[in-house]
């Protein structure tokens, strides 16, 4: 083993520079800065080699993640781009927002007591060096293949499935309903976490490499499945989960009460340049408001930071659990308590006030009882603990369902499961329709990027072995 690795007992762990709190206030620009050259390798070289790497295991891509930070502690950064590349489309986006204290990171065997070697800021920081010294090139397969393939949703499992049948030579088109390209990437997750440019030197790289995409193209309203079906020799479905998880209590129809997802696609759209009349009339604006935002997840993280950016006066996070059993990352919770959001833990809306526009959420504290059959506590009402919470704008961020695909696509033979996601042979990813395969949120229910790239590079090795079988038995039966 290289002298220089196994640093990890003389050199402390040390993420990117975080820019100050007041500073993020102010902008929308990603909260880390780089590593330099030197501090990469110093910090890839705090790894232990570990003959088992369980973060390693624990990552959904089984990167090669030991030998790409061997590489990059050596200087040996085209070689550690070509390895981390190898078993991942987007290593430089998963380096940013990868929930990496819950895969990687968290699983390294130095965490306890040295704290874990900076997996994702190294993974980030290879990739976005190959970027800049232009390693990275447009896909020229060797032999082009005849087969095309037809992709519905340009998110990152279309996106990683689109890259990866392309180097094998097929064909690619893909159709979004979007305008953009990035699904979630680009109109989900904010800038502060993922600045949209990286994801746009990505859609760029796959047109030049000849991957064709059919924008604001509604697949069920624009073009039938029946009919991609017909144009295309195999159809993936990466369509992801859109149906915005709903509460019911009274007051809940007054103006003022928005769903998440409308309000970061919004500020995501105003962002990237678009005029939203929403954002301009201010419905979906925080500036100067009181916000409170409902849940503790994700993307009520990443609601509380946009508000906070935005202007909002005051941004309260309501979640009915606590700190300890909340589903998004403590990362970004500290993050979020940096830059001002106020967490208001155990706590659950009863109602909504105010007739014009919301004006409070009535709301009641909650107390964690006997867990149920998940193993989770119940959440169980205080007596007499009600209090009403200021609020201007009420931002819904309670999770995602998915919508009724069949429907949609005027499909009623296309398979689901009760939770609505797509059915498939996990075997082979395809669905109950042949020649139609599925991966990312549409299959898992609305889960990470990771899993979605994950997803979309299986699938594409399933739609590989289904055509080449396909191709086989037609030429035996020409014989
Ligand atoms: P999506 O990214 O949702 O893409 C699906 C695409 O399909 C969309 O472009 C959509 O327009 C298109 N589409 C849908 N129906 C049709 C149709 N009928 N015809 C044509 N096109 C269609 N994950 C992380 O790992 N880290 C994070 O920090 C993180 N933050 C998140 C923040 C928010 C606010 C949200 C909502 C999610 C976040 N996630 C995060 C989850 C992550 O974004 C998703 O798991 C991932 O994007 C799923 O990828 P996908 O390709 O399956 O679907
Ligand atoms: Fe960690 Fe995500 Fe990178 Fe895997 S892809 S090594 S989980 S940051
Ligand atoms: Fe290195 Fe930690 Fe992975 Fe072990 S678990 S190989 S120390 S990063």
């Known amino acids: ?27 929308f620009q990603e909260i880390y800065e780089r590593y330099a050259r030197e501090k990469a390798a110093e910090q890839a070289a705090r790894c232990s080699q570990c003959g088992v790497p369980f973060c390693q295991v624990h ?7 030991p030998d790409w930070l061997k590489l990059t502690a050596e200087g040996r950064l085209d070689e550690a781009y070509e390895l981390s590349s190898a078993t991942n489309n987007f290593p430089e986006i998963c380096g940013r927002i990868c929930p990496q204290d819950r895969l990687c990171e968290g699983n390294c065997v130095i965490e306890k007591g040295f704290d874990s070697v900076t997996i994702g800021s190294v993974e980030k920081f ?25 992709i519905v949703g340009a998110g990152p499992a279309g996106l990683a499935a689109a890259e990866q049948l392309r180097r094998k030579g097929y064909q690619v088109a893909i159709y979004d309903r979007y305008d953009r390209v990035g699904g979630l990437l680009i109109y989900g997750i904010p800038n502060f976490k993922l600045e949209k440019d990286v994801v746009q030197r990505r859609e760029k790289l796959l047109r030049d490499s000849k991957v064709r995409f059919h924008l604001n193209c509604e697949v069920g309203r624009d073009v039938t499945l029946e009919e991609l079906r017909q144009q295309h020799d195999a159809v993936l479905l990466a369509t992801g989960v859109y149906k915005a998880r709903d509460i019911q209590a009274p007051g809940i129809g007054v103006l003022g009460i928005v769903a998440a997802l409308d309000y970061l696609t ?15 009339s201010g419905v979906l604006d925080a500036r100067g408001k009181n916000v409170v935002v409902l849940g503790g997840g994700d993307t009520a993280m990443d609601c509380v930071r946009t508000a906070v950016r935005q202007g909002a006066r005051s941004v309260k996070c309501l979640y009915r659990r606590d700190r300890a059993n909340m589903p998004g990352s403590q990362r970004e919770v500290k993050h979020a308590e940096e830059e001002g959001v106020e967490f208001v833990w155990l706590t659950a809306p009863q109602s909504f006030l105010g007739t014009e526009s919301v004006t409070h959420v009535r709301s009641v504290r909650i107390h964690l009882g006997m867990p149920d059959a998940s193993g989770r506590q119940t959440p169980q009402e205080i007596p007499n603990s009600h209090m009403n919470v200021e609020a201007d704008l009420v931002l819904k961020a309670l999770g995602f369902d998915p919508e009724d695909l069949p429907a949609m696509m005027q499909a009623p033979d296309l398979g689901v499961t009760g939770w609505g996601t797509l059915k498939i042979d996990w075997r082979s990813m395809m669905t109950s329709l042949d020649g139609v395969f599925a991966a990312g949120d549409i299959v898992r229910g609305a889960s990470l990027v990771v899993w979605a790239v994950r997803d979309g590079r299986d699938a594409a090795d399933h739609i590989h072995s289904y055509l080449s079988n396909k191709t086989a038995t037609l030429a035996v039966a020409a014989e």
């Open 126 to 150: 290879i990739t976005d060096t190959a970027w800049e010294k232009g390693w990275i090139k447009p896909i020229r397969p060797r032999h082009e293949k005849p087969q095309s393939v037809g």
């Open 59 to 65: 990552c959904p891509l089984h990167n090669n993640i």
């Open 1 to 27: 083993m290289a002298e220089r690795m196994l640093k990890f007992v003389g050199t402390p762990q040390a993420l990117p520079e975080k820019r100050p709190a007041a500073e993020r206030r102010r902008d």
């Open 266 to 280: 919004a500020s995501n759209r105003a962002g990237l340049g678009d005029t939203v009349a929403e954002f301009e």
